[in-house]
């Protein structure tokens, strides 16, 4: 058992004596159980939830609120923030009043035992190539400067150089560093309204982190910083589709030209595209062109439920399907980048469901990606547990769901991110 974990004001943390440790799924409150929680690994970030009160578990089994600290003093809930390579099985358990939505985190539960932190999650790959401890090093922003002057003029190297300093993103540090994946946007525009974006924010959840760019590149330019990237790098990845974009195949005729050049120019390293695969001739042109991976984002393989977090504009559940079995036609690596979300997920319609999507479909892997959301605002609009689901139906829990792919579809590759692709 886990004694509950909260925060003053001022972010000192505290373990309660006489409350255990909750977690949440979609809206119903549940036991943080050892089978469900990690020790807190190495870069991961304990944070206090804004105007959260936390609640645990009295003796007996029953959860109560604790809103004000021991010597009268507003506290609150805490979670934590995942590094990549794990997966959130539980939200932290709590309750807020405040009406704007929490910020676009992915807060996982946390709870004390032993004089440890333990928080709600798996270990679902190798998280090395994603340990914080390998980015935002001392030399990162002479590299940057450095790379800047060689390709002078050339508005990716730019904007890349803004996303690696102010928005620390990984990929976009990776091109400056010529390693692993690196990230390339290309595309201002978007097709879809998703309730999470984290470029653009239509759907009035809470302010995107980031900005998204305000140009179109010519084929020039994504080849002038992509070339040496497939060259040079270890385990070299070119990725189009990067959180400072939209969607990248609506640029799919400066995508194709620079795939085309590029395989022209080197048979090295793997070319891949996140896309949400809704504009279908885009997806067409670009596998002709002969990218090598595309990864797919959902958060559902049930129609009703995908147009309830993305919001299609001018596409249909159908015209994604289309696109990613024309893609495995052409001998296209595919991966769903799966937005999880405990309670949704993990139902045993949506575990059914998407079971049978990835058979259908030949899906080579399934990315598991914590949706960042707060959790409330997303029951408010979809159908969780706990929530306005149908009755009877309830969450298996994330541990079992990723335990079910594996079982029920033999080959299918379950991990966070994506790999080099054998040639």
Known sequence: MFQMLYADSGGKMYEHPDLSAGGRTGSLYTELRAEDAVLLPGGASLVLIPQGTPVGIKEGGRFTGFSRGFRGEPVFAVGALLPQGYTRTLFPAFTRDEPSPLPLFGYAAVGWKDGKVYTAALKTDDPYKWDPVNYCTPELAGLVEQRTSENAGNRIIRQLGKCALEYRCFTAQNIFYRRWEG???????????????????????????????????????????????????????????????????????????????????TG????????????????????????????????????????????????????????????????????????????????????????????????????????????????????????????????????????????????????????????
Request: with cysteine; hydrophobic share 35%; charged share 20%.
């Open 183 to 265: 990230g390339i946007p290309v595309s201002p525009a978007c097709n879809a309204r998703c309730m999470g974006c984290i470029s653009l924010q239509p759907a009035e959840c809470c302010p995107s982190p980031q900005n998204r760019i305000s140009f179109t590149p010519s084929v020039e330019e994504i080849v002038e910083i992509a070339l040496p990237h497939l060259e040079e790098a270890e385990d070299a990845i070119i990725s189009f589709g990067q959180g400072c974009e939209g969607e990248p195949s609506l640029a799919a005729r400066e995508v194709s030209g620079a795939v085309e050049r590029l395989r022209g120019r």
């Open 268 to 423: 090295r390293g793997t070319i891949n595209m996140n896309t949400n695969a809704g504009y279908t001739e885009g997806i067409r042109e670009i596998c002709s062109a002969g990218i090598d991976s595309l990864r797919v984002s959902t958060v559902s393989a049930i129609e009703d439920t995908y147009n309830a977090y993305y919001m299609p504009q001018g596409y249909t559940w159908n015209n994604v399907c289309s696109s990613i079995s024309l893609a495995r036609e052409q001998g296209v690596y595919v991966s769903l980048n799966l937005l999880t979300f405990p309670g949704l997920t993990d139902l045993e319609r949506e575990v059914a469901a998407m079971a049978d999507f990835i058979r259908e479909y030949d899906i080579n892997m399934v990315q598991v990606r914590n949706l960042n959301i707060d959790p409330d605002f997303l029951a408010s609009r979809l159908a969780v547990a706990g929530g306005k689901g149908p009755g009877g139906d309830e969450p298996l829990g994330i541990d079992v769901f990723l335990r079910i792919l594996r079982e029920e579809i033999p080959g299918l590759e379950i991990g966070n991110y994506s790999k080099p692709v054998a040639k």
